[in-house]
């Protein structure tokens, strides 16, 4: 029965459809796909019909995991310039998917089952010059998994910055001492004038207000694999961004990313003067998008298959700003039992605003099975995994430098960890 379901995804996953459109090319009801797709063990599950699955054993596997020659992801995302990632304007669909797949050969070491040596010796340069604790660790748990070490510094206070040092200078300085550096600043472009003082790959942990990458590039990751449960495919799909948009960098990169597949929709919930920057809704909408920018969740949550929360940045506001934000903003168990459907995946880049009556994604949502936000951290690691991987050019040596993780490690990794979690 399993491979009925992987059959049937494959084949969307290969003809590129969307679950209606897959139907429809079937000359089946959508009832009827649904229930093909359901586990074995569900009630609703029928069996495909046989000439079905004759005409689909015909289809050629999804490409197999390991990336082209060493190099290429790299030469191909960086259009042959220097090894950075500084916006996701540097990919196309099928070049962070190939990223994508790099990551997914990194679940096993991220699982804990695995370990490689291949980034041995290597020492990243973590520079986080803005409050951080998922990205900064995250960066530097990828970076030891793949075998390095990390040396970091934190805040300005603790840094020559401090002193009156120029973003040039400290890259120099820093390109004696690492392999890879990662950033993070309170100004947008601040990444990007780092990376002109230096030849070493360049990731931007978010700057400022502008974007934060490989936040979208694990966002998009977690939306695939939650989709691949659920049956559905990014092409077509409706995307509720809700909070502070305008200052949010995490849904800036994100709208970006999403925007190289087809026909989705975008709902945009935020308050006035907390939208989306205009030209970033420009540019979804020229990519062939429907946006629609709406004031309230029920406007917004109504069929969306993902909901992607955000945290009002209160850090980049003055004080009238910050007063003009209405308290219905709140997504709790009632909100997504009234507006949601049982399919929609919760997501939040986090950190989420955990006080109590807080404007943000509630944690009374914590058992709910839909919410998908510590799976959505945890992808982090084999994102940056790969992301090192690839900017270092070792994606094609992990395969060969494995073996079994010695140490004992929980099956489940948090009390609140859906049944669906795949973590073995
Ligand atoms: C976000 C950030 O720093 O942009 N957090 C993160 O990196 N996961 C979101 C935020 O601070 O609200």
Redesign the pocket.
């Known amino acids: 029965m399993e491979d009925q379901q992987a059959t049937l995804r494959n084949a969307m996953t290969r003809l590129d459809l969307t679950r209606d459109s897959f139907a429809d090319r079937l000359g089946v009801s959508r009832r009827a796909l649904d229930s093909w797709l359901l586990p074995a063990t569900s009630g609703e599950h029928r069996r495909m019909p046989g000439v079905v699955a004759k005409l689909l054993a015909g289809l050629p596997e999804a490409p197999p995991v390991a990336a082209g020659a060493p190099g290429e992801l790299r030469a191909r995302f960086t259009k042959r310039g220097k090894p950075h990632l500084l916006s996701v304007a540097q990919f196309d669909r099928e070049t962070v998917e190939a990223l994508l797949r790099v990551a997914e050969a990194m679940e096993p070491i991220a699982r804990r089952r695995k370990v490689t040596r291949v980034l041995e010796g290597a020492v990243l340069g973590n520079l986080f010059f803005?409050p951080?604790t998922?990205?900064r660790v995250s960066f530097g748990a990828a970076f030891c998994r793949l075998g390095g070490s990390v040396c970091d510094t934190t805040g300005f206070t603790f840094s020559s910055m401090v002193k009156g040092e120029s973003i040039a200078d400290t890259s120099r300085v820093m390109s004696g001492y690492v392999d890879a550096i990662v950033v993070r600043h309170p100004e947008q472009g601040s990444v990007a004038e780092f990376a002109r003082h230096t030849h070493l790959p360049v990731i931007n942990g978010?700057d400022g207000t502008g974007e934060?990458p490989t936040?979208a590039l694990l966002d998009l990751y977690t939306i695939r694999r939650e989709f691949e449960r659920l049956g559905k495919s990014v092409d077509g799909a409706r995307v509720a961004m809700v909070g502070d948009l305008r200052h949010?960098?995490?849904v800036h990169s994100l709208i970006r990313l999403l925007s190289l597949y087809r026909g989705l929709t975008f709902r945009l919930v935020a308050p006035p003067s907390l939208e989306m920057p205009p030209a970033l809704v420009e540019a979804a909408a020229a990519a062939g998008h429907k946006v629609e920018q709406v004031a309230t969740l029920a406007d917004g949550l109504r069929n969306a298959d993902v909901l992607y929360a955000?945290?009002i940045?209160k850090e980049r506001m003055s004080g009238e700003a910050l007063e003009a934000y209405p308290a219905d903003f709140r997504i709790d168990r009632r909100a997504l039992a009234t507006l949601c459907s049982p399919d929609t995946v919760v997501m939040h880049?986090?950190?989420r605003d955990g006080s109590a009556g807080a404007n943000d994604l509630s944690t009374d949502l914590d058992d709910d099975p839909r919410l998908a936000i510590f799976r959505q951290t945890d992808n982090g690691i084999p994102v940056r995994m790969a992301v090192f991987a690839v900017l270092l050019g070792v994606e094609h040596l992990v395969g060969r430098d494995l073996r079994d993780a010695p140490w004992i490690s929980p099956a489940r990794l948090g009390p609140g960890d859906a049944p669906f979690h795949r973590l073995a």
């Open positions: 803005e951080s998922r990205t978010g934060h936040q949010g960098r995490t955000t945290r940045q880049p986090l950190p």
